[in-house]
């Protein structure tokens, strides 16, 4: 079944012209390879502070190496580890340090990996867009410079605005979590018998900590663009 989804899935795409066809059947392929080998180890990273670290560590690295060469395809996606690295940790520890969020490896791989995953996506959306509008505008740059602005200051007035569309994704999710959607946390809490209170509890801060996390991403990778860090060229 999921086979035949997928493969109807990639027929849209290829008649609609998206260009995705191929990426779309590599993803889901990927997918469910990634999901075997997780699910066979994590019974034994979480019992481990050692694997428990590795594990992490390796879903930071796949972040990076993804979100760097979705927005650049030159050496300098390798600074896409800065708006995820800066996103993720501070607010991880300070979910440890509240008790927010348990020392237990149950609880910190899914609430890290969906920390990761949204930085990730900020980032990819924030730097393309800021990139993309640079490149589209820059005879407006030019003449910001030309009217005394530094380098900098020109690329932030034209690519903050669409840099800041990155954000509205999270956005939305977290306007409508309980009214179009019942996101993942608060129904994997209720399938594994916490009351709802305690399931809406937990998604609460996974959303926050989520806006958080992707606020800091995209001020970051902005910021990158801006200062010529982060480019095409």
Not at 127 to 138: F, I, N, Q, S
């Amino acid at each position: 079944m999921l086979a035949v989804l997928l493969v109807c899935t990639a027929a849209v795409a290829a008649w609609a012209s998206l260009g995705r066809s191929r990426e779309i059947v590599v993803a889901g392929l990927r997918a469910a390879v990634q999901l075997a080998a997780v699910s066979l180890l994590i019974g034994w990273v979480v019992h481990s502070l050692g694997p428990l670290l590795g594990f992490l560590a390796v879903m930071f690295a796949v972040a990076v190496r993804t979100a760097g060469r979705r927005v650049t395809p030159n050496r300098t996606w390798w600074w896409a580890a800065l708006p995820i690295g800066a996103g993720v940790v501070p607010v991880v520890v300070a979910l440890l340090l509240t008790g927010l969020l348990p020392l237990r490896g149950i609880t910190l791989i899914p609430v890290t990996g969906i920390l990761i995953g949204g930085a990730l996506t900020a980032t990819v959306l924030g730097g393309r867009r800021a990139l993309d509008e640079l490149g589209t505008r820059w005879g407006e740059v030019e003449a910001g410079m030309a009217l005394g602005l530094l380098d900098r200051d020109a690329r932030l007035e034209i690519a903050r605005p669409a840099a800041a569309d990155a954000l509205l994704p999270g956005l939305d999710q977290t306007r409508t979590v309980g009214l179009v959607t019942l996101p993942g946390a608060f129904v994997g809490m209720l399938l594994g018998g916490a009351s709802p209170v305690e399931a809406g509890a937990v998604q609460l801060f996974v959303l926050v900590a989520l806006m958080a996390v992707q606020v800091v991403a995209v001020a970051l990778v902005l910021e990158l663009v801006a200062r010529g860090l982060l480019h095409r060229s």
